[in-house]
Structure formats: C-alpha cells, structure tokens
C-alpha cells in the first residue's frame, strides 16, 4: 500500500515538474487568496483593538430629572445590566458631574463665576451607558423609551450621537463587507487559473493516460495524481504566504505602533501563530483540492 501511494505522489510530482510554469502562475494566484484571509484575520484582529478604543469614547448619557430618587435610578441601572447590548453603565451622580466640570472649566474663570452665581448644582444624575458595539445603541434607546421609565428620565443624548455612532457602525462593516468580497472575487479567479493548470496537465499527460489505460491502470491511479498537483501546489503556496506575512509584520510593527501603540502586528502574529498556519495551509491545500477534483471531472474521463 505505501509502495502505491509513494507511485502516486512520485507521479504528481512529475505531473507538476512538467507545467512548472503554469504551476508558478497557479501559485501566485493562490498566494494572494492565502495572503487576503491572512491579513484580513489579523487586520480583523488589530481593528478590534482600535474599534474597542473608538467605542470607548462613544456613549450615550441618560440624565434624570432633578427629584428622581437614587433607588429608581440603580433599579434602571440594574435592568439594564440584564441586556446582553450592555457593556458598562456607570453612575454619575450631580456632585460627580459638577466636580467633573470644575476640572475640566478650571481655567475658565468667566464659566465659573457664572456658575457660582447660580448659587445651586444645575447638573443632573446621569447613567454612562457603553453598548458592545456600535450598532447596538438604537436598541438602548428603544428600552429606555418604555412608558416606566418616562417619569424620571429628563432627556437621553443618543440621538445628538447618533451621527457619530453610525458613522462607526457603517465604517467597520463596510471594511469587512469590502475585505470579504474582494477575498471571493480572488478566491474564484485562483480556481480558474488552477482549473486552466489542470486541463493542460491533462492534456500534456494525454499518451501516458492513454498508455496507463492500456495495461490497465484504476482510476484511483490516472487520477489522483492531478489531486496530489492541487495539494502541491498549496502547501507551497501556503508556505510562501506564511513567510510573506511574517515579514510584513515585522516591518509595518513600528510604523503602526507610531500611529497606534496599542496595536502590535507582530505580537498578534505569534499570538496568532498556529490559527495562522492553519488558515494558510486549509486555505491553499483547499483550492488546490477543489480545483483539482472540479478539473478531473471535467476534464478527464475517467
């Protein structure tokens, strides 16, 4: 059995030392499909850090109104840590927002006169609210609009921040949707120009298939040979992309920590090393497989 399978592998070998050049054309083709899912999972990875930080500033405030009672205010506060959208709510209290504002007008004297002149804290109770993503504060906001929670809550700030929140939501989901239409579009161009290698290693092999056919070679034989190309093909292919990434890791690391020192491409990349590795070789060893079979079939009578 293993003396028919070293045969098989022996002749895609052959088979793809003949179309050696189709086969690099196939190869940098399923490079790029390889490249793309690399990048976009640790561009997926890297986004998630800067999104998490442009989410952090992005909240909505509830204020309450000037007589609403503190328990009322923690019994919303712990209805909303029951929503799965909830990812902190945190209370403000009218000393803490008058505080707050005091350090941060310090300077301003004009401001602070006025507002001593007031002779009382004008602010409100608030709630901080921060949504795991983005997309999620038009559902906050449907809950807190429930008839029960009219009487002590004066305004909520979400539609003033809705721009900017939308702006987050349509930015992050078109880089995602755009990444991953442009991966397809890659991934069926490799499949015809693998399905194109296949053919002519088909037809360059036709009297040797002939030949096999005469003294009785299986089918199992004539054609798994083409499926070992596809698998060939692949691993290198995968190989390549694997070093490729490394290296553009290494490189762009500085540069995007001087931009984002939170954002550290050849951390994620080791961090990320087997899952790495993994996605490269299903991916090429993949489209090798597919195209090959896809080929055979069409192809190959057999």
Known sequence: MSTFIKRIIRAGWISLKRNIWLGVAQIIVMMMVVLLVSFFFIFNKASDVLISKIQEKVDISVYFKSDTDSEKIFSLKSDLSKLSEIKTAT??????ALESFMKKHMGDTVLIDSLNEVGENPFLASLSIQARNASQYAKIQSFLDKPEYKDIIDRV??????????????VTSSINKGTLIFSIILFVLAFLVALNTIRVAIYNSKDEIATMRLVGASNFFIRDPFIIQGIFLGLIAAALSFILVFVVSFFLDGKIR????????????FSSFWMILFLQALTGVGLGIVSSVVGIRKYLNV
């Open 91 to 96: 209370y403000i209290s009218k000393d803490d």
């Open 157 to 170: 700030d979400y539609f003033q921040r809705k721009p900017v929140i939308d702006k987050i939501f349509f």
């Open 258 to 269: 001087m931009l984002d020192p939170e954002i550290k491409l050849i951390e994620i990349f």
